[in-house]
């Protein structure tokens, strides 16, 4: 059980669609009660309330709804930002000054994955290590995707 989701291998159990839900509920909320506010604020608010991605540890990153998910994030972001839903997509996360979501979401799968790698307790080790010898798991597929694209990114700077 980790955070309330139980830990099976059922790849359709952590899909996005509640992370997608909450975020676009959350626009709506902030869109609602700070319209009136400046832009850079409602940045503020959509970053620190509305892309939580709770549960996206467990998000398989070669699924079809990691793509629906930055669809609606940029969708959301063009909300807040009140543009024109034609602005280039390139042109939102710098507008927003937030980190790509996708990137996000590897991080958080890396560091997820280091934590249970380095826990006390034998057995989620023992998970943590099953896991990432098993060709078939997507937490092994989602650590080797995120790494090298975090390490690309890194040689880029």
Request: proline residues 1%.
């Amino acid at each position: 059980n980790y955070l309330g989701t139980v830990l099976r291998n059922d790849i359709n159990l952590h899909n996005a669609d509640k992370c997608i839900n909450d975020m676009k509920i959350r626009t709506n909320v902030i869109m609602n009660e700070f319209r009136h506010i400046d832009t850079s604020a409602r940045s503020k608010l959509f970053k620190s309330q509305a892309t939580c991605f709770f549960s996206s540890e467990l998000f398989n990153l070669d699924s079809n709804y990691i793509d629906r998910l930055m669809t609606d994030w940029r969708i959301s972001a063009r909300k807040v930002l009140k543009v024109d839903k034609r602005t280039y997509c390139n042109l939102i996360q710098p507008l927003i000054k937030s980190k790509d979501p996708l990137l996000l979401i590897e991080q958080r799968i890396l560091n997820f994955f280091r934590k249970m790698l380095i826990h006390d307790n034998g057995l989620v080790k023992f998970i943590a290590n099953f896991s990432h010898s098993n060709s078939f798991s997507y937490m092994n597929r989602n650590s080797g995707l995120a790494f090298l694209r975090n390490r690309a990114l890194n040689n880029k700077k």
